[in-house]
């Protein structure tokens, strides 16, 4: 397990305010618990609709998201969760604010239904933290578990029709107690939210993954709004609670985590393809300079004259050592273990150690790069001044990465020959950093005319 910088374990910290949560929210149920006359709930049918929407919104935003992230690393614990809040957003779209929107008063079918619809999805939420593997085809088991959420939805609701009058009103009339199924219902909900609770808990003590830290304080607040909906029910289905704004903060911090979850597993994806690249250019380059020094070897060895041969050897071997040193740089780079000014300045003082070109690199601090920005102007940095070192015949150059009109730009320019501005004439490496600008949605001009040298601009997106 990691550690902090004083030694304790993350699960502990978690662990302590986890409990110093669950205190506070158990503290507060039992407060209203015991004075009924303070809870507030409100007669307010527009501001449950607002409540009630927000809510689709954010579960159906937390099943995309979550179906993002399956779609890259094909876990089924992100299948789970991206059925199961699409299962919540599908129900309170169809049976609570369709009902809502078209002025007709939530029914008993429709509120049956919804009820199912949220006891299936966190059942498959809590379920999620106990499965392991991985799916074969993304796209079939994407399509194929929302298919069956959208049929359980609608078994469910042709279940409870069919049922007529045997199930109660959820609110009836004149009646001071809901009725007891409702009850059992919540209760059935607040086990879930535990269960998932403890899920998630004992997935980020093994692994100790951010997500799941966030996916356990959203499941100790659902819990809690299960909980006040159990011990302090509301009497008619317009009212809104304390009850509704927990499950509301509940299904933000979801969202929260899950956003912080695809952003790690983009930028995770992004250091792999990183990874493989420098691998890729590490055999076409550095295995090419070892067997040139391999080959002016064997030629010694065979008795090739040394004022040929020994010149040729050093230069293979000082080319070996500077691309040895560029890849270690890319790969600490594109890990994260070395800061990005830092990373850049190094290369620049590799690539200028032999005199031959003069560079001079400005960073302006207060721009500010995402981690796969980073990777790629790293990258377009060096391959443009590898351009300017092999092609454009220059004895100084200038990199600049700084904002203008709170538009951040990087550009690279050099006093050398310069070319005739064509794309069809554009080389491997002018094509590689318009690629590379592009990867990152950004926009790439060259200006350029032979004999005034070449200047060339990314702009990053906004």
Do not use: C
Request: charged share 20%; proline share 4%; glycine share 10%.
């Amino acid at each position: 397990m990691n550690v902090t910088h004083d030694g304790r374990r993350p699960f502990d910290d978690w662990l302590r305010g986890e409990l110093l949560l669950i205190g506070l929210l158990g503290a507060s149920l039992a407060f209203f618990v015991a004075y009924p006359a303070l809870r507030a709930s409100h007669s307010l049918p527009e501001l449950k609709l607002v409540l009630q929407t927000v809510v689709m919104l954010a579960a159906a935003i937390v099943a995309v998201l979550a179906g993002l992230r399956f779609s890259v690393e094909r876990r089924r614990f992100d299948l789970l969760l991206a059925s199961g809040f699409a299962i919540v957003a599908l129900a309170t779209l169809a049976f609570s604010i369709g009902p809502a929107l078209g002025e007709n008063p939530v029914g008993g079918a429709e509120g049956w239904t919804g009820v199912i619809g949220r006891l299936l999805a966190w059942t498959l939420i809590a379920a999620a933290p106990f499965i392991r593997g991985r799916a074969g085809s993304p796209e079939r088991a994407l399509g194929n578990a929302f298919a069956m959420a959208i049929l359980a939805l609608v078994v469910a609701w042709v279940a409870v029709r069919s049922l007529g009058g045997a199930l109660p009103e959820l609110v009836p009339e004149g009646s001071d107690e809901p009725p007891v199924l409702l009850t059992l219902s919540f209760g059935a909900q607040a086990l879930l939210n535990l269960a998932a609770l403890v899920g998630f808990g004992l997935r980020f003590r093994t692994a100790g993954h951010e997500l799941d830290r966030w996916l356990a304080l959203g499941a100790t607040l659902m819990l809690f709004s299960s909980l006040h909906y159990l011990f302090t029910p509301l009497l008619r289905e317009d009212q809104v609670s304390h009850a509704d704004f927990l499950g509301i903060l509940g299904y933000g911090v979801l969202l929260a985590g899950v956003w912080r979850a695809i952003r790690e597993t983009e930028f995770g994806r992004a250091v792999a393809e990183e990874r493989a690249r420098v691998a890729r250019e590490i055999h076409d380059g550095l295995a090419q300079y070892l067997f040139a020094i391999s080959t002016h070897a064997s030629m010694l060895e065979a008795g090739a004259p040394l004022d040929e041969a020994v010149p040729r050897l050093k230069e293979a071997a000082a080319a070996a050592q500077q691309e040895a040193r560029f890849a270690v740089l890319a790969l600490s780079s594109a890990s994260g273990s070395a800061p990005f000014d830092a990373a850049l300045r190094r290369y620049v003082e590799f690539l200028t150690a032999d005199g031959r070109l003069d560079v001079e690199l400005e960073i302006d601090r207060a721009v500010q790069l995402a981690p796969d920005e980073q990777i790629e102007v790293f990258r377009i940095v060096q391959e443009g001044l590898a351009n300017v070192r092999k092609h454009a015949g220059a004895r100084r150059a200038e990199v600049t990465i700084g904002q203008r009109d709170g538009e951040r730009y990087v550009t690279i320019t050099d006093d050398g020959t310069g070319f005739a501005v064509e794309e069809d004439a554009a080389g491997q490496g002018l094509k590689n950093i318009r690629a590379r600008a592009a990867s990152i949605e950004g926009g790439l001009d060259v200006r350029s005319r032979p004999g005034f040298g070449t200047a060339l601009e990314v702009t990053l997106r906004a």
